[in-house]
């Protein structure tokens, strides 16, 4: 097994920006990762399950809703705090930080936003904890980049809803204890609805043949006339903007994350060129390893000073849903980049799973594709700057 070597990168002291909260909890989300994590994640990636017996250390690191109030169980930590959890996640595997994203920005968030008091004090300390794990259940087989037009529904039947329909994709169905679904009331308007594993008629198979955040469960879940309680319908947000809004939480958590996952690519790589040597040299005093490497540390920057900013934005609730998109489209794309070029580094060893560059490289296809594809927010930048929607 390799040793986890990782060393931050910061190449425009951007450090000196951040508070000394913000480096202890990015140091104890490190060396939390490194201990427990590496030891074991290429084979849980090689197995396809995520590891579960994760989910306490998780918590205790703040992984699960690290901006969500103390009062709910949260950590209370800004924005900043929260991109810098995802970062050292995903450091170390795109599915480790999904499950930490999934509960945070798909869960535990549009319970805080849109649920009211009772089903915040019911739901939220539990998830904080991972005593209960959630999912998120948005889009389905027929529509996957265009969710508005989704067909799974609900109808009022007096003392209780009736919901019917099916979710695909869906990270940690397998063995989630809640689903927080939307669905199209008779009206035709979305709504979330909690629904709870053993309500009659909801089953979540798994999904099986992923080349891809392999560390991660992913499953499909069943409504089959499932009889969900009216106080599990999320009162205080319906239509597409609700679910878009817990998605712009959850895409700024992986446009942190991203970097970490190129952050490790590039890290691996540099250490790896100083060593390797050919013709009597170190590969990276060749030009062609040294333009590698000087490109993947200038994107890494970049994306680094971008992301700090939308932080900034982000803390003083000004960041715009399509500032969000621009960076998860940018972060991802640059990662999947750096992932490509660290691997052909390494030669032959690149791809084994001595080293973590294929597993990266494979996870980022699913980054890239999952909470809006590379195409949507392109799509989302051109019709915020034109004022053209090229969607329809
Ligand atoms: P459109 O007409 O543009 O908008 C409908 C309503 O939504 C509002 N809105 C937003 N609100 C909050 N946040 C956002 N980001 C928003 N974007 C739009 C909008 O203002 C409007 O409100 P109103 O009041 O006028 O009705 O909707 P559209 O049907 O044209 O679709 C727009 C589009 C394509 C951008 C959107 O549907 C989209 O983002 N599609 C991509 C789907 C997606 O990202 N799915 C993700 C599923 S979850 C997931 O992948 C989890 S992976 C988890 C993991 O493992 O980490
Ligand atoms: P499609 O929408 O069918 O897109 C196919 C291609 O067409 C893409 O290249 C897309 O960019 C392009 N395209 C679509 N519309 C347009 C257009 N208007 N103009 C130009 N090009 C277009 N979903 C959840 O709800 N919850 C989850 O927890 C979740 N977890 C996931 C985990 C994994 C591992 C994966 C792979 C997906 C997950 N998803 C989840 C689903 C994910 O959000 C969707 O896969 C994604 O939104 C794309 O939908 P689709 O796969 O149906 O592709």
């Known amino acids: 097994m390799r ?82 959890i995802m970062q050292e996640l995903e450091r170390c595997d795109s599915g480790l930080r999904s499950t930490s994203s999934v509960q945070s920005s798909l869960v535990m968030y549009p319970i805080w936003k849109y649920g009211n008091e009772e089903q915040r004090r019911k ?22 980049s265009n969710p508005g037009g989704m067909v799974t529904n609900f109808k009022d039947m007096g003392d209780h809803y009736l919901l019917n329909g099916a979710k695909l994709w869906i990270s940690n169905a397998p063995f989630a204890q809640l689903a927080v679904v939307w669905a199209k009331s008779e009206e035709g308007r979305i709504h979330g609805l909690i629904v709870e594993r053993g309500m009659e008629g909801f089953t979540t198979p798994t999904m099986h043949g992923k080349w891809s955040l392999r560390a991660s469960d992913t499953g499909e879940l069943i409504f089959d006339n499932v009889r969900v309680p009216k106080e599990n319908l999320l009162p205080n947000k319906s ?3 609700a679910p878009l809004g817990c998605l712009d939480s959850a895409r700024y958590g992986i446009a942190w994350g991203a970097i970490g ?78 992932a490509r070029e660290a691997r052909q ?8 799973n001595e080293y973590p560059l294929m597993r990266h490289m494979c996870n980022l296809e699913s980054v890239i594709t999952y909470e809006g594809t590379h195409d949507v927010h392109l799509l989302i930048t051109g019709k915020d700057v034109t004022g053209l929607d090229a969607f329809k």
């Open 3 to 84: 040793q986890d070597l990782y060393q931050g990168h910061d190449y425009y002291l951007m450090d000196e920006w951040l508070t000394e909260e913000h480096k202890l909890i990015r140091e104890t989300a490190r060396a939390w990762v490194k201990r427990e994590v590496s030891p074991i994640i290429e084979k849980a990636w090689e197995d396809g399950i995520f590891p579960r017996h994760l989910i306490a250390g998780l918590a205790e690191i703040g992984g699960f809703g690290p901006y969500i109030p103390v009062e709910y169980g949260g950590a209370g930590l800004d924005q900043i705090a929260y991109g810098l």
């Open 123 to 144: 739901y939220l300390p539990k998830l904080a904890t991972g005593e209960w794990i959630g999912c998120f259940g948005l889009t389905e087989p027929d529509f996957g």
């Open 239 to 241: 239509g597409l903007g």
């Open 261 to 338: 996952a190129a952050l490790d690519c590039y890290d691996v790589a540099l250490r790896y060129a100083k060593e390797r040597i050919q013709f009597d040299r170190p590969i990276g005093g060749f030009q062609l390893q040294q333009k590698k490497l000087a490109e993947m540390i200038t994107e890494i920057t970049k994306a680094q000073l971008l992301t700090y900013r939308l932080g900034q934005l982000r803390n003083e609730g000004r960041a715009t849903s399509a500032q969000i998109s621009l960076s998860k489209r940018n972060n991802v794309n640059m990662a999947i980049n750096i």
């Open 345 to 352: 580094i390494l030669g032959g060893m690149g791809i084994t």
